[in-house]
């Protein structure tokens, strides 16, 4: 069955860096589009980035566009996520997702668009 399981979250203070990975089992990890969204408490899960199949192509959302950082190792079946110059709101749960595509596709920001989901990771920066 697939799996997506996120790793490498954890305490940090604002301005630190946190890398986290999601390492996917299951699935022909190469013909899938990752993504990772958060979600903080009592607020919608939202778009953080996401990476094209072959690692080309990333997409950020404005909020943390010039911090974060996505990439993939398709020999590993995993995705990256860079963190950089962390702020409290940055404080939130983190999931991976994948989506299955076929040539060509956008990085979609819905959630919707994804077939599958990690359990999600803790990142909590203090102030």
């Known amino acids: 069955q697939v799996q997506l399981v996120e790793s490498g979250g954890g305490l940090v203070q604002a301005g630190g860096s946190l890398r986290l990975s999601c390492a996917a089992s299951?699935?022909?990890?190469?013909?899938?589009?990752m993504a990772w969204f958060r979600q903080a408490p009592g607020k919608e899960r939202e778009f953080v980035g996401g990476?094209?199949?072959?690692?080309?192509?990333?997409y950020y959302a404005e909020s943390v566009k010039g911090r974060f950082t996505i990439s993939r190792d398709n020999a590993k079946n995993t995705v990256y996520l860079q963190m950089n110059s962390l702020k409290p709101e940055d404080t939130a749960v983190y999931y991976c997702?994948?989506?299955?595509?076929?040539?060509?596709?956008?990085?979609?920001?819905?959630?919707?668009?994804?077939?599958?989901w990690g359990q999600g990771t803790q990142v909590t920066v203090s102030s």
């Open positions: 990476i094209t199949w072959n690692g080309r192509s990333t």
């Open positions: 299951g699935l022909g990890f190469s013909s899938y589009l």
């Open positions: 997702a994948g989506r299955r595509v076929v040539g060509v596709a956008a990085i979609a920001t819905g959630e919707n668009n994804y077939d599958y």
